[in-house]
């Protein structure tokens, strides 16, 4: 069973990342019919809704876009700044998305950036506290750290819960935007958002891998 979980934990994860990335490369060789590229669109999405102040730079890499709340930036990465392909397209919406739900004062966007600092130090130390409760089993401080350990993990998968809604209410906005704005054609939305729902799946395969690695450390306090 230990062993099951372990790879399962491994095995989810992985095969969502190969899922967004076959399926972006796929879509991302298909071009918008008017020839906008992401940045532009993303500029069109923040001004309709007011977001003049929210600039967007053009960073390294593939897929490491993100809406930076405390610089009020969109940053949109090499395989989506100055592209125009449908896959491009929906990312930078959707990066849009998140900067349209800071704006709006969204619920789940808020707590979870609430929840940031708290979910950074458990992050961080949950394993630490974790091997120092096993070397001292037995103990009363040995109990201490294991629960402690347990507590810091659960704190990480309860972000991951919240970040589930922010992830698929700004898929939804962006969406709902290219499609009522004209920004793609009918039949492109389509394309667009199998590239958002496989990017959404990713954060889903994440929370399952977390559950599971939760499960681990139970199992692993029961056989020592």
């Known amino acids: 069973m230990y062993l099951i979980l372990f790879v399962l934990m491994l095995l989810i994860p992985l095969i969502a990342q190969i899922n967004v990335k076959s399926t972006f490369n796929k879509y991302s060789k298909i071009a918008n019919s008017r020839g906008l590229t992401a940045d532009q669109v993303a500029r069109m999405i923040l001004d309709a809704n007011g977001l003049h102040y929210v600039r967007i730079e053009h960073i390294r890499g593939k897929l490491s876009d993100h ?4 610089s009020n930036v969109v940053r949109l990465s090499d395989s989506t700044y100055g592209q125009t392909s449908v896959a491009a397209i929906g990312v930078a919406a959707h990066e849009c ?7 709006e004062n969204y619920g789940p966007i808020i707590l979870r950036s609430k929840l940031v600092p708290v979910t950074n130090i458990c992050s961080s130390l949950w394993y630490i506290a974790f091997l120092i409760g096993i ?4 103990s009363s401080m ?3 750290f294991i629960y402690a350990a347990i507590a810091m993990f659960m704190a990480v998968i309860i972000f991951q819960i919240v970040t589930l809604p922010c992830e698929f209410n700004a898929s939804d906005r962006a969406l709902k935007t290219l499609e009522s704005d004209g920004i793609l054609e009918m039949a492109e939305v389509p394309h667009a958002q199998k590239v958002l729902r496989a990017a959404a799946l990713t954060y889903v395969a994440s929370l399952i891998s977390s559950i599971l690695q939760l499960l681990r450390l139970l199992l692993s306090v029961r056989r020592r």
């Open 67 to 70: 809406f930076d709340p405390r």
């Open 97 to 103: 998305g998140h900067a349209c739900q800071h704006a």
């Open 135 to 138: 070397s001292i089993l037995g």
């Open 142 to 144: 040995g109990n201490i």
